[in-house]
C-alpha cells in the first residue's frame, strides 16, 4: 500500500512559480515510476510529467515543456514539480500518482497509475 499527499499548491499570478510536493509512504517508494496530472473543471485528468524510478527518465506533456520541472528524492520518499512562468491555462487541481509497473518508459495515461493523493489546487488568474 503507498499513500501519497501533495502539498505546495496556492495562488500566483501569471509568470510566477510554484513547486509541489507529494509525500509517499511505503518501504518501496523507490522502486515505482511517479508522475503529475492535472484536472481542470469540466476537463479530463491529463498527464502533466512523469519520472522513473531511478530519476534518469522522464517525461512532459508538452505544453508544460521547458516551463515545469519533475524530480525526486528518494532518500525522503519525494517527487517534486517545479512550475515556472505560470499561465492561467495551468489552473487546475494537480495529483501525484504511483506507477507499481516495471517499465522502461514513463506511461501518461491515468488509468496506468496505481495510487493516487489527494490533490493540490493551483490557480493563475487571468
Known amino acids: 500500500q503507498v499513500q501519497l499527499v501533495e502539498s505546495g499548491g496556492g495562488l500566483v499570478q501569471a509568470g510566477g512559480s510554484l513547486r509541489l510536493s507529494c509525500a509517499a509512504s511505503g518501504r518501496t517508494f523507490s522502486n515505482y515510476a511517479m508522475g503529475w496530472f492535472r484536472q481542470a473543471p469540466g476537463k479530463e485528468r491529463e498527464f502533466v510529467a512523469g519520472?522513473?524510478?531511478?530519476?534518469?527518465?522522464?517525461n512532459y506533456a508538452d505544453s508544460v515543456k521547458d516551463r515545469f520541472t519533475i524530480s525526486r528524492d528518494n532518500a525522503k520518499k519525494t517527487v517534486y514539480l517545479q512550475m515556472n512562468s505560470l499561465k492561467p491555462e495551468d489552473t487546475a487541481v494537480y495529483y501525484c500518482?504511483?506507477?507499481?509497473?516495471?517499465?522502461?518508459?514513463?506511461?501518461?495515461?491515468?488509468?496506468?497509475?496505481?495510487?493516487w493523493g489527494q490533490g493540490t489546487q493551483v490557480t493563475v488568474p487571468s
Open positions: 519520472i522513473m524510478w531511478s530519476g534518469g527518465r522522464t
Open positions: 500518482a504511483v506507477d507499481r509497473t516495471t517499465r522502461f518508459f514513463v506511461v501518461t495515461t491515468a488509468n496506468e497509475y496505481d495510487y
